[in-house]
């Protein structure tokens, strides 16, 4: 299977090309603005599959040239703008990216006859719901992240393409020292003896990038289209998170301090539940998702090896 991920440098776009590159007999083509060089974690990924530089839509012309010499079967979009901070600082580029370019996207494969994977959000939701949020769930978001979020999943299902539209909360690491990830914040943290307050009242369903990675390939193998969530198996404080994966590496709770989201009053409002439900994908797929605890042992371990290569890309 010939498979092109854009934002191949990102969080995700990095788990998604390890998948394609060591997982049965992929072809893989990565395409973001930066010349990716990976950090030393992905290292072992260089020479395996092709990268290209390019931003979207700015190069449309020439993404489609490239996309029709590489022909893919399906084609993930891992590119954002997924910071809510750089959203709300960045309206044009958020509209662009995050609302505008999924359904450029969506049309495009339609025409080639590509399959077409869209990752989305949890923050779509408002955080007000008691239970995991499911996909008939509808949607309020808080921020200008969350509503062009929401607006790129309509523009992938407006375009019907037969795309796969996966709403998610994924953790990982991405080997920039520079924008550490959560689980880069919280390891770096704990190692460096900093401390740190985590939420006792911000609920998620947290999984493994990795896993996201093999079930949405999964649901794509299966010709599912539409509106899905996948994520943890259950769900979390973000205070637990940290405080197990603490234990999972071996560090005491002293550097972990409690704290309440709803005391910052935040500007935007951040949502304190946002776990989904991920039950119709996981009886779909005849398989349980990773749970919490599979998926801190899972950083816990990536965090080890990552110890032994501590020279990070810098970029
Ligand atoms: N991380 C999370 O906690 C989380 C949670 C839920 C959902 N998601 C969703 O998962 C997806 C991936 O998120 P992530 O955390 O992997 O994001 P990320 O680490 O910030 O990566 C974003 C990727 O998009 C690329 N990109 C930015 N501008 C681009 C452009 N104009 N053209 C092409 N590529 C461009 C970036 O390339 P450069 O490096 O060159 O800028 C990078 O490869 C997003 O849709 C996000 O909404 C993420």
């Known amino acids: 299977m010939k498979i092109l991920v854009l934002g191949d440098s990102g969080l995700l776009g990095q788990a998604a090309v390890a998948w394609g590159a060591f997982h049965g007999t992929h072809d893989v083509l990565g395409i973001s603005p930066s010349a990716y060089t990976g950090s030393p974690y992905w290292g072992e990924l260089r020479g395996k599959y092709e990268h290209s530089a390019l931003s979207v839509p700015d190069q449309w012309d020439a993404y489609r040239w490239l996309a029709d010499q590489f022909k893919p079967d399906i084609v993930l979009n891992a590119a954002a703008l997924a910071d809510l901070k750089d959203c709300e600082e960045n309206l044009l580029k958020a509209k662009v990216l995050n609302a505008e370019l999924p359904g450029l996207l969506a049309a495009d494969c339609r025409e080639r006859g590509a399959g077409f994977i869209h990752v989305s959000t949890d923050q779509v939701f408002d955080g007000k719901k008691a239970l995991s949020y499911t996909e008939e769930d509808p949607t309020n978001p808080q921020h200008v992240y969350g509503k062009t979020k929401r607006d790129g999943e309509q523009a992938v299902l407006d375009a019907k393409s037969g795309a796969l539209v996966i709403r998610t909360n994924i953790v990982g690491f991405r080997g920039r020292l520079s924008k550490p990830t959560f689980a880069e914040w919280i390891c770096e943290s704990l190692a460096a003896s900093k401390p740190m307050t985590l939420f006792t009242d911000y609920y998620v369903s947290s999984v493994y ?19 899905w969530h996948v994520a943890s198996h259950d769900f979390v404080s973000k205070y637990e998170f940290g405080a197990v994966l603490a234990k999972e590496l071996g560090f005491g709770l002293s550097q972990v301090q409690r704290g309440c989201l709803r005391d910052l009053n935040l500007k935007p409002p951040r949502p304190a539940f946002l776990a989904l439900s991920s039950v119709r994908a996981e009886q779909t797929l005849g398989r349980n998702f990773f749970n919490i605890g599979e998926t801190l042992r899972a950083l816990a371990r990536d965090f080890k090896l990552r110890q032994g290569e501590k020279n990070y890309a810098s970029h």
């Open 209 to 227: 990038v990795g896993d996201f990675v093999k079930n949405a390939f999964a649901l794509a193998e299966k010709k599912t289209a539409g509106l």
